[in-house]
Structure formats: C-alpha cells, structure tokens
T-cell receptor, first 116, second 114 residues
C-alpha cells in the first residue's frame, strides 16, 4: 500500500539559508500535518491542511510557511535557518470521514534537517 | 487544552516479559480519540492502536493489548512476551474531536534486553 512520501530524507544547510521539504500524502487522504521532532523530544505539531486550506496552526515559527497544492502534496518552507531548527520533520496524512471524525495519522519516514 | 502524561520515562525488561506502558490524559471533550505510536531506532513513527472515547471495550491484537479506563482517563498499553524488536520509544497521543492534530506525550523509551 502507498505510504506518505517525504523528500528529501536528509538535508544539510548553513545558518540563514532556506530549506524546502516536500510531502506526498497517501492517495485520497484529505488532511496533511507537519510535525517537528528535536533530538530526544516528542514530535511537536506545526501546521495542518484540510482540503488545501490551513486547518490548524501550532508552534510554527514565523520564518516557516507551508501550503498544500491542488494535487494535495504539501511543502514546508523554512527561511533564515537557525541551529535550533535542526530536527526531524515529519509529514503525516489522514482521512477525516466527516469533519472532526478522527482517523489515525500515517507518518512519512521524516526529513532530517541539519543546520550548520 | 488537552494534556497527556507518560510518567515512565524509560523502562527496561528482559525479553519474554510482559510490559505495560502508562498514559494519562486530560480533556474536557466528551468525544475524543486515543492513539499509541511506536518510534524504533530507525526513526519512523508507526501507528499501533486507536481507541474511541465512546467505545470502552478493551481488546487484544496479537501481542498488544490496551486498557482504556475513561473514569480514570487512562489508556495503558501492554506488550505480552516482549521481544528485542519491541525496543523503541512509545508515544501516547490523544486527539480531540474538534481538533485535527494529535498531541504526543513525552514518550516512554522501552529497552528489551536479550
């Protein structure tokens, strides 16, 4: 079965550079989520999209932005990178049977960002 | 806001022992969903089980079982006859009805010793 695809799997950037992470959800899933997991930490919710509209926002820095495109893939853009942005970034997708009814989130393998 | 507590930071057991991971959550919602995820050393997040607040029946799935007690807001997860491959970080993650996101607990790092 198709899973959530994230690219790139690994990314190394310098401070103040920009990075873009891509996520391709499971086909027919209508909701995409982004999470950030620092070393030894639990995943922290950043932002989510339902049917291409932003549905919820968590602790996402103003330097970060995200969007979901017409083909349902999503991109997380990170600018003015800081050392503290080094983390594992997960994308997840789910299917809401009805608005608010909760299906499980299926996670991609993550994109590991290292900021030097 | 909802809150989830995994009091056990780290657990070590010998292979073939049973182990229970504790989870306590706080919510004012009457309808909510509870999940357990596993994160092995390779880093991916693997969905294990889901429970709806309106279904208190506890179930067993292979070596996994869970005990959902709505009265005490607990959602404990048990691995029977543990194996070395079960070594991972386990996250309890509630999801409230009106929210889309799930909130992860701090996780319990489980070591299964051969």
């Amino acid at each position: 079965a198709a899973g959530v695809i994230q690219s790139p799997r690994h990314l190394i950037k310098e401070k103040r550079e920009t990075a873009t992470l891509k996520c391709y959800p499971i086909p027919r899933h209508d909701t995409v989520y982004w999470y950030q997991q620092g070393p030894g930490q639990d995943p922290q919710f950043l932002i989510s999209f339902y049917e291409k509209m932003q549905s919820d926002k968590g602790s996402i820095p103003d330097r970060f932005s995200a969007q979901q495109f017409s083909d349902y893939h999503s991109e997380l853009n990170m600018s003015s990178l800081e050392l503290g942005d080094s983390a594992l970034y997960f994308c997840a997708s789910s299917l809401l049977n009805t608005r608010g009814a909760a299906g499980e989130l299926f996670f991609g393998e993550g994109s590991r960002l290292t900021v030097l | 806001a909802q809150k989830v507590t995994q009091a056990q930071t780290e657990i070590s057991v010998v292979e073939k022992e049973d182990v229970t991971l504790d989870c306590v959550y706080e919510t004012r919602d009457t309808t909510y969903y509870l999940f357990w995820y596993k994160q092995p050393p390779s880093g991916e997040l693997v969905f294990l089980i889901r429970r709806n607040s309106f279904d208190e029946q506890n179930e067993i799935s292979g070596r996994y079982s869970w005990n959902f007690q709505k009265s005490t807001s607990s959602f404990n997860f048990t691995i029977t006859a543990s194996q070395v491959v079960d070594s991972a970080v386990y996250f309890c993650a509630p999801r409230m009805n009106r929210d889309d996101k799930i909130i992860f607990g701090k996780g319990t790092r489980l070591h299964i010793l051969p």
